[in-house]
Every structure is written in structure tokens, then in C-alpha cells.
């Protein structure tokens, strides 16, 4: 049976969330990632101008969050991708595919004007469904 309680989650290899959140959020077994950005544990943005070297550091810090609960990518239900650029999402989708494998999320693509620094160009949030404990 879940816990059904509210816990915040921290990962200390993921960077010290620069306002008011968490890293995520496990509610029974359903967790929340707050949106991870490609950088590293002190804040700073990888691949300046490279959407995919962002990509691929934003799914490894959503892997992180995801194995310190126990989850990998197959239990990610939900996805948002914030693109400030659409056009990327071609170019994201082949470093989607190496995090996720086979498992295919619901999802939803935005393109936005800004992200929270200027430098970075992709920003991605997810729910995962945790697996029973007993």
C-alpha cells in the first residue's frame, strides 16, 4: 500500500534549485520532477548554444532524480519539453530516445521566448509512477 504523505526530494549531485522548489516531489507513488535544465551540480549551463549537449544533461539530471527514488526512465508517464526553439525538438529527439529506450511517455512540446537564464534552451518536467514497495 502507498504512503500516501507529501515528501520533498533533494539529489545532491543536481544543482541547489536557485528559487522556492524541490527537485521533485513524491506523493505515495507518484513522483514530480520539478523542470531540470542542462547544468551541472554548481549551477553552471553545459553546451552553450548546443541544444542537444543540453538535452542530454538535462535527461541526466532527470536520471538522477529518477534513480534516487527507485524509478528509471520506463516510469516516467508525463513529459513537458520547453523548446526555445521548436525547430530543436528534431534534433532532441535522438538523445530522448537513448534516456527513454523503449518507453514512450505522454508528452507535450512548448516553444518559449525565455528560459530562467539566457544561455539555456531547453527545460523539461516530468511525472513518473513509482513501482510498489511492499
Not at 2 to 18: G, Q, S
Not at 43 to 50: F, H
Not at 93 to 103: C, L, Y
Request: charged letters at 25%; aromatic letters at 6%; proline letters at 4%.
Amino acid at each position: 500500500m502507498a504512503d500516501w504523505k507529501r515528501r520533498e526530494v533533494r539529489v545532491p549531485d543536481v544543482c541547489e534549485p536557485i528559487s522556492h522548489y524541490t527537485d521533485a516531489v513524491r506523493f505515495g507513488n507518484v513522483l514530480f520532477l520539478s523542470g531540470m535544465v542542462g547544468v551541472d551540480a554548481k549551477g553552471r549551463v553545459i553546451g552553450k548554444g548546443d541544444v542537444v549537449a543540453q538535452a542530454r544533461a538535462t535527461f541526466a539530471n532527470m536520471q538522477r532524480i529518477l534513480e534516487a527514488e527507485g524509478a528509471s526512465f520506463a516510469d516516467v508517464l508525463k513529459v513537458t519539453v520547453y523548446l526555445r526553439n521548436v525547430e530543436d525538438r528534431a534534433r532532441i529527439n535522438p538523445v530522448r530516445a537513448e534516456f527513454f529506450g523503449d518507453a514512450r511517455p505522454a508528452s507535450t512540446l512548448v516553444e518559449v521566448s525565455k528560459l530562467v537564464a539566457p544561455e539555456l534552451l531547453i527545460e523539461v518536467e516530468a511525472v513518473a509512477g513509482l513501482p510498489q514497495t511492499e
